[in-house]
């Protein structure tokens, strides 16, 4: 009976487990594939802009569109 | 070398640029990939767009020249550099190589402009690809 147990909760924390990893790997996925606008300047330093920021927000649309041009 | 050779070799160099164009910066078309040319106007027209978009935010920020520029969606990302006479925007898949096409890029403009050989092209290489509106100095390669 106790091995039972031992074996249906192994069994459950393996699913977590899964279901975790899974979860995080999505996140991390989704994150790298924000839209961002990364501008390199001569000093060597680059800012990167999340979407949002009204900066990004004024150069993701035309980015989408170059995109939309050549079938993205 | 001519726009059409410089773009020629870079497709063949750099398998991540799905398309790309070259114009001067009056944006005459000087050659474009697909060969098509209502799509090498408006990406030259693009191009310049957004280099004056981000040129505007450069002196909005009071950051020193601009010298390169990427937009990253999900469903790809635009390269953009400039020299003296030209510009070269480049489309990819989503999460490309950030470094290596800019190097790529450079090394295009620099063959356009006869000076293969002479300098290697300035390239500032991307550490991480995440963040939010945070500013990095990671250095110049």
């Known amino acids: 009976m106790a091995r039972r147990r031992r074996r249906v909760v192994g069994a459950m924390t393996l699913a977590v487990g899964s279901v975790a990893g899974s979860a995080l790997i999505f996140k991390r996925k989704r994150e790298r594939n924000a839209s961002r606008a990364d501008l390199y300047f001569e000093d060597g330093s680059m800012l990167s802009l999340s979407q949002g920021a009204p900066e990004a927000d004024r150069l993701l649309p035309l980015a989408a569109e170059a995109l939309a041009a050549t079938g993205r | ?141």
């Not at chain 2, 070398?1 to 910066?25: F, R, T």
């Not at chain 2, 469903?75 to 800019?102: E, I, K, N």
Request: aromatic share 4%; with cysteine; proline share 4%.
């Open chain 2, 1 to 141: 070398m001519d726009g059409h050779e410089a773009l020629a070799d870079l497709k063949q160099i750099s398998v991540q640029i799905e398309a790309a164009v070259i114009a001067d910066h009056g944006g005459a078309v000087l050659a474009c990939s697909p060969d098509d040319g209502p799509t090498g106007e408006l990406l030259s027209r693009l191009a310049r767009e957004i280099w004056e978009a981000a040129d505007i935010s450069r002196r909005d920020l009071g950051r020193d020249a601009l010298t390169q520029v990427e937009l990253s969606t999900a469903q790809g990302s635009v390269f953009v550099v400039r020299d003296d006479r030209h510009v070269l925007l480049a489309t990819t898949a989503p999460d490309p190589t950030v470094g290596l096409v800019f190097y790529d890029l450079k090394s295009a403009l620099h063959a356009l402009d006869g000076r293969t050989g002479t300098e290697e092209p300035n390239v500032v290489w991307q550490a991480d690809g995440s963040a939010s509106a945070e500013e990095r100095g990671d250095g110049a390669a």
